[in-house]
């Protein structure tokens, strides 16, 4: 093995471990997006437990504690509508019902 052939190695192996990295990235991007109600409401309450001056390891306890609700919620959604479907839209009717009319 020539030592130009272990640097073309190297940069492939760097390059492929970057492409793994980037996909994790964007597919977490994409669920953020895909989830917005759910990500607004996680970044309110981060930005206001971190104004309120609650250290990381406290909000992390607190939101874990939550995340049995909205599986319940979820699956209650779920059950009285139509599907899956009607379980991602119940927040945005929820939200849209609630504003003034």
Known sequence: ????????????LWLLR???KLTGWLL????????????IAAVTGYVAAWLGGWPPARLRR??????????????????HGPGWQAAALTPCVTGSAAGPT
């Open 1 to 12: 093995m020539s030592v130009l052939s272990w640097i073309k190695l190297m940069v492939c």
């Open 18 to 20: 970057k492409a793994v």
């Open 28 to 39: 977490l991007a994409a669920s953020a997006v895909a989830a917005w109600p759910v990500t």
């Open 62 to 79: 607190d939101a874990t504690w939550a995340l049995p609700v909205t599986a319940i919620w979820l699956l209650a959604a779920a059950l």
